[in-house]
C-alpha cells in the first residue's frame, strides 16, 4: 500500500548552498504542521560550490524538522533545458510512487518568501480538494511552475501523464510547457492566489553568473540564468 503524506514537495534546484541557507529555512517554517515529503533534485552547473557541500547543507537544515520526510537525487552535468526536464521527470515520477492528501508542491529553490498564514491553514480555511490549484506568486492567474500546489486530482490528471508523454511538443525541452501548455489547458475547480513568494534566484544568478547574450532557444542556456 502506498505511504500517504499530506503534501509532496518537488524542488529542483542547483549547487547554491548560499541561497540555501536562507531560502530553505523559510520553506520549512511554511510547511510546519504538514507530514511531508520533500523530494529534491540538484544538478551541478559547471562551477561552484560541489554536490556534496550542496546535500550535506540541505540535509542539515530539513532534519531539524520532524514532519519532513526527505530524499535527494544528484546530477553531476545540469544547468541546460534538458537536465531541468530530467528533473522535474525524475520528480514526478517518484512522487507517483506515493499519494498525498492535498497534492504536490511544486517548489524551486530560488524563492524569496514572505507568509501571513502557514500553508497547512490555507489548506484548511478554503477546503483544498482534488483539483483545485493554489498559486503562489504574484503573477497572471494561471496555472505554472511558479510556486504552487496543484491538488492531487490535478497531479494525476495533468502532470504525471504529461511530463511522460514522449509525443508532447516540448519532451526533453521546458518541463512546465511540457504540461501547462497551451496556457488554460489544465482545468482546475477552483483556483485560490496567496502571493507570499518573489524572485531571489536573478539576484543570485547577476551576482554569481557571467551575463551572455545567450538566445533562450540555446539549449546550453542554463534554465536558472
Not at 30 to 40: A, K, P, Y
Not at 59 to 71: A, M, P, R, V
Not at 122 to 134: A, G, R
Not at 171 to 177: A, I, K, Q, S
Request: hydrophobic fraction near 35%; glycine fraction near 4%.
Amino acid at each position: 500500500m502506498k505511504k500517504e503524506y499530506d503534501l509532496i514537495i518537488l524542488t529542483t534546484s542547483v549547487n547554491r548552498p548560499d541561497l540555501h541557507k536562507d531560502t530553505f529555512f523559510k520553506y520549512c517554517e511554511f510547511v510546519d504542521g504538514l507530514d511531508c515529503l520533500w523530494l529534491i533534485n540538484i544538478d551541478h552547473i559547471g562551477y561552484g560550490n560541489s554536490l556534496d557541500e550542496t546535500e550535506i547543507n540541505l540535509n542539515k537544515i530539513l532534519s531539524k524538522w520532524n514532519n519532513i520526510d526527505f530524499e535527494f537525487f544528484v546530477n553531476e552535468n545540469g544547468g541546460n533545458w534538458n537536465s531541468f526536464y530530467k528533473a522535474a521527470h525524475r520528480l514526478t515520477n517518484k512522487a507517483n510512487q506515493f499519494n498525498s492528501k492535498y497534492g504536490i508542491f511544486w517548489l524551486e529553490d530560488d524563492w524569496g518568501l514572505n507568509f501571513e498564514h502557514k500553508l497547512k491553514d490555507i489548506f484548511e480555511n478554503v477546503n483544498f480538494s482534488d483539483m483545485d490549484y493554489l498559486q503562489l506568486r504574484k503573477r497572471n492567474l494561471e496555472v505554472s511552475f511558479n510556486p504552487s500546489v496543484f491538488g492531487w486530482g490535478i497531479f494525476k490528471k495533468y502532470n504525471y501523464p504529461k511530463i511522460n508523454d514522449e509525443t508532447n511538443a516540448y519532451w526533453m525541452g521546458n518541463p512546465e510547457r511540457a504540461v501547462v501548455y497551451p496556457v488554460n489547458s489544465v482545468k482546475v475547480e477552483n483556483h485560490y492566489y496567496c502571493p507570499y513568494f518573489f524572485d531571489v534566484g536573478r539576484e543570485w544568478s547577476d551576482k554569481n553568473i557571467e551575463k551572455k547574450a545567450i538566445d533562450s532557444t540555446d539549449p546550453k542556456r542554463t534554465y536558472n540564468s
